[in-house]
DNA sequence: GTCTATAAATTGATAGAC
DNA sequence: GTCTATCAATTTATAGAC
């Protein structure tokens, strides 16, 4: 942990990028710069910059999983767990009133590409959203297809709110939408 | 009507570009071929490509007020009028459920410009559905606060709805959750 | 107004020294 | 493994003929 290597460097850079920026205005100039690499360099840890996105995109989906992992271990209700991914989006408010969600924005980028492999692996980062939320909906008493649909207003709604937060740079926007939706939650 | 200026074919060309390929991955090559003119041509027309990018947001937002006021003409009751909206989505939805929100995932791309008059001409577009959907909610008699809530409540569940629905390839996804929020409407 | 050719700049990727 | 220099391709934008 006190050492990072230099691939790890290297996608912490393009992830902040990719998410300030977009991918494709990234260049892989700017990635090398904010990782402070020479520019070369780069492509002796990445072959391509698809390679390097996709090395993003499963860092993303690592870092979510884990989150959700430590949730379900320090968090025992269903409801309060839901409640904390509500408190957590809440803490990177300044950044997602200004840049959207580094995962929906993202997703949204890439669907744009002919890819398959990227979409699917893309599309995971919204999947384990959709699966972890699920899970607490059907502990919460939900039958199957309630925590379904469920999960999906959720994420739908937080992915939304993060799009218009972003283009309205309101975080005034985003902080009542979360507080609403905690009320929802707690009314289910 | 029936001939319409260059100008007019490159926006409609440029527009198209713009959704299915994001406006940083399309040339103005691109854009060209679709509209069947040369690439120097394009020139006379607007002087860079984000002139042609402003130019389309422009429009976009022009035919949202078109299509909100012939609403308006030819649907009499608020609530009628909220569930044409969702047919209207309804009708976009193989192109929705592959490319996103026309309007929200331009949006989206254009949040990470750092050029503000860009931002906030995208912003235009959701401001458009907002007000429009704020005026419904008003018409069925809730109060200042709650219409206002219950628009962002539906805008943020339709960009959501199209993001997921786009990143999973999935007019499935889409098509519940429209029924869903046609029930939510009948419901308020 | 319309088109061809091309300039100028950017950028992904590679070669090769150390 | 690390870095500099540079290639090759792409793309925005312009020049100038018709």
Request: aromatic share 8%.
């Amino acid at each position: 942990m006190t050492t990072k290597s230099k691939r790890d460097l290297l996608i912490a850079a393009a992830r902040t990028k990719f998410y300030h920026q977009g991918v494709a205005r990234t260049t892989l100039a700017d990635i090398a710069q904010e990782a402070q690499i020479p520019l070369g360099n780069v492509y002796y840890h990445f072959r391509t910059k698809e390679a390097l996105l996709e090395a993003v995109i499963e860092a993303h989906v690592e870092r979510l999983q884990t989150r959700f992992a430590q949730c379900d271990r320090e968090v025992a209700d269903p409801r309060e767990r839901l409640l904390t991914l509500i408190r957590w989006e809440r803490e990177g408010e300044s950044s997602m009133a200004r840049y959207g969600c580094p995962h929906g924005s993202l997703a949204q980028e890439i669907d744009k590409e002919e890819d398959t492999k990227l979409v699917d692996q893309a599309a995971g980062m919204l999947q384990s959203y959709l699966e972890w939320t699920e899970k607490q909906f059907r502990q919460l008493g939900k039958d199957e297809q309630e925590a379904k649909d469920l999960s999906i207003d959720m994420i739908c709604w937080f992915q939304g709110t993060f799009l218009l937060a972003a283009s309205f740079r309101s975080p005034e926007l985003m902080d009542r939408k979360l507080q609403r939706m905690e009320e929802w939650i707690r009314s289910l």
